[in-house]
């Protein structure tokens, strides 16, 4: 059974980035770097309180697809190029998903009324924004010292590219 979920968008992301593969891979890898997140008039008020919180997650639609169509549910990550090591789908966080939802841990660093000032790019300028949570770290942070899988066995640098990973 298939079922739709429309979803608004609360706001839009604006940053320096136009293209993939210039565009660091992930928000905590490029803590340097700072954007703006644009919120839509009617979610304004949803923004109050959000200044007490250090970061928050980002929960965006990444709405530039490399490719029509369903994602292969085995493929190769951008941390794998060089080995071309394909793995499931559902062990990497890269943009192309059968739902292309991204999620970025962002260092708030203002709040105003109709925008969100950040730390941690890792997305496209015009990326719509479907949510923002604050980060709990009660909530958010897992006990010990969890493992990552595959991500575990790769070293990279801050603000690495997809280019960059290029074989």
Known sequence: MELSCPLPV??????????????????GVNRAEHAT??????YRDGLD????????????????????GQPPLRQVPFLLRRQQRAVGIFATRGPRRV?????SLIQVQAVTGATVEFAGVDLLDGTPVLDLKPYVTRFDQPPGTPRSGWFDEVTFG???????LAP
């Open 10 to 27: 609360i706001g839009t992301v604006r940053t320096g980035h136009r293209e993939k593969e210039t565009t660091p891979i992930q928000a």
């Open 37 to 42: 997140l644009e919120v839509a008039e009617r």
């Open 49 to 68: 309180g959000l200044q007490g919180f250090d970061y928050a997650w980002l929960i965006t639609w990444l709405h530039q697809p490399d490719q029509a």
């Open 99 to 103: 739902n292309p939802i991204g999620l």
């Open 158 to 164: 801050d603000g690495v590219t997809p280019r960059q």
